[in-house]
């Protein structure tokens, strides 16, 4: 099945230790992409990647990292987890760049 | 800055009826996407309007794009239930199809 997983779907933490979302497709899809979704704000984008080792920021990158090694993958890195990065988090991958993108089930993350 | 504006944000209508949602960008742009999400759950895509022009149609739903106007519009025609979610339009400011800006969404609630 053609599919966006990512893990953990929930996960509660402490402010400053480290921690991975990952993200994967299994329909060799070009670009990829992360956004967060915080009511009143709708979603946007944190970093997005056109290719493997292609990547590039969004509208709020700040507190977040991200890698592309492999076509599959886009995980995403928050090194200090903050409070205002509690939010919803999305992945999401499209065939090329401006086609359909697929979003993932998303990832509920609160930093206490 | 792109913005994109969508009205209205809260919409109760009855089975049966029509209504339109609008969604307005502040830059040139002619790749526009609609989405779905239902309480809980992921983002659906609906629609990708790729030119001036543009119309499409699934079911109940019809989105067409204006860019002169810097304007979509999504068009329902005699609203079901299930049809009950939060549609969400985005715009895409960069030739890249890369960097997707969203509108804060429309709730739409079908009463029996």
């Known amino acids: 099945e053609a599919q966006v997983t990512q893990n953990p779907r929930y996960l509660i933490t402490v402010t400053g230790k480290k921690l991975t979302v990952t993200c994967s497709q299994n329909m060799n899809h070009e670009y990829m992409s992360w956004y967060r979704q915080d009511p009143g704000l709708g979603l946007r984008q944190i970093y997005y990647s056109m290719n493997v080792e292609v990547t590039d920021k969004g509208d709020v990158p700040e507190g977040y990292k991200v890698s592309r090694k492999e076509k599959r993958n886009f995980p995403l890195i928050l090194e200090s987890p903050s409070p205002n990065q509690t939010s919803l988090y999305f992945c999401?991958?499209?065939?090329?760049?401006?086609?359909?993108?697929?979003f993932g089930p998303g990832t509920r993350l609160t930093v206490t | 800055e792109l913005k994109v504006e969508q009205n209205p944000l809260f919409l109760s209508m009855q089975e049966g009826k029509n209504y339109t949602i609008y969604c307005n960008y502040s830059t040139t742009s002619d790749r526009l996407y609609w989405y779905r999400q239902d309480p809980g759950k992921s983002l659906e895509s609906l629609f990708v309007l790729l030119s001036n022009g543009a119309v499409k149609q699934e079911g109940r739903l019809m989105a067409s794009l204006d860019t002169k106007a810097r304007l979509s519009t999504l068009h329902i025609t005699a609203a079901v239930h299930d049809l009950s979610a939060t549609y969400f339009c985005a715009v895409d400011g960069e030739t890249s199809g890369s960097r997707l800006t969203f509108g804060e969404g429309t709730q739409l609630t079908v009463n029996p």
């Open positions: 999401a991958s499209s065939l090329i760049q401006g086609g359909e993108q697929y």
